[in-house]
């Protein structure tokens, strides 16, 4: 069974802590996605990477930066977490794209994170 | 900015009732896709639309995507509490090609309760 598998489901952390949320897939998938998910925002794109060592900014990147050494993970580091990162991160993997052709993502189960 | 708004945001029924869940775009996509997501769980695909028009079903649900590729449904027929959960739509942009690598924009979703 192909899956997104986010390293810790609830992390609670303390302001101003170094957080690191790893993301591994096992689909041999060329992109790769972070999200944060909060009521009545949706889901919003914070980082993404279509190759490992390359990133792309997303919607709301600040406060967050990304790491991709290996094609299988992806890291979501909050360098210096703050109360209003307290959210629902959620990653996902694709395919490329393939002319115009979007392949739909698999996510992974989330982590809760909560900043103290 | 491409942005696709869901309707409505919430929506309560009894099982047994039939319901649809509205997702429009000023712009046009060249796929839509639609997700299911459970509390405390990621989004799961459950379909992806592609040509002006087109209708797919899945058992009870059924999909169709606008001939002008702007806007789509979701229609359940016979709901059950099973059917619970949020209700995500995302678009893949029409004018991106390859460049976008496979970045989707998401509605805000849609919160279906259904009541046994």
């Known amino acids: 069974d192909v899956k997104v598998t986010q390293s810790s489901r609830y992390l609670v952390k303390r302001t101003g802590e170094k957080v690191f949320l790893e993301c591994v897939q096992d689909?041999?998938?060329?992109?790769m996605f972070w999200y944060r998910q909060d009521p009545g925002l949706g889901l919003r794109l914070i980082y993404f990477?279509?190759?490992?060592?390359?990133?792309e900014k997303g919607d709301i990147p600040e406060g967050y930066s990304v790491s991709r050494e290996k094609k299988e993970r992806f890291s979501l580091i909050l360098e210096s977490a703050s109360t209003n990162q307290t959210s629902m991160y959620l990653c996902?993997?694709?395919?490329?794209?393939?002319?115009?052709?979007?392949?739909?993502?698999?996510f992974g189960s989330g982590t809760r994170l909560t900043v103290v | 900015t491409q942005l696709l708004e869901q309707s409505p945001q919430f929506l309560s029924i009894q099982e047994g009732e039939n319901l649809t869940v509205y997702c429009n775009s000023s712009s046009v996509f060249s796929s839509l896709q639609w997700y299911r997501q459970e509390p405390g769980e990621g989004p799961v695909l459950l379909v992806t639309?592609?040509?002006?028009?087109e209708v797919k079903k899945l058992k009870r649900l059924t999909f169709q995507f606008g001939d002008a590729r702007k806007d789509s449904s979701l229609h359940i027929t016979a709901a059950q509490p099973g059917d619970t959960g949020l209700y995500l739509c995302a678009g893949g942009g029409a004018n991106a090609g390859g460049t976008s690598y496979g970045k989707l924009t998401f509605g805000q979703g849609t919160i279906l309760t259904v009541h046994p």
């Open positions: 990477s279509y190759d490992v060592k390359m990133k």
């Open positions: 689909m041999d998938h060329e992109n």
């Open positions: 996902a993997s694709s395919p490329a794209v393939l002319g115009q052709t979007y392949y739909g993502y698999t």
């Open positions: 639309v592609v040509t002006g028009g």
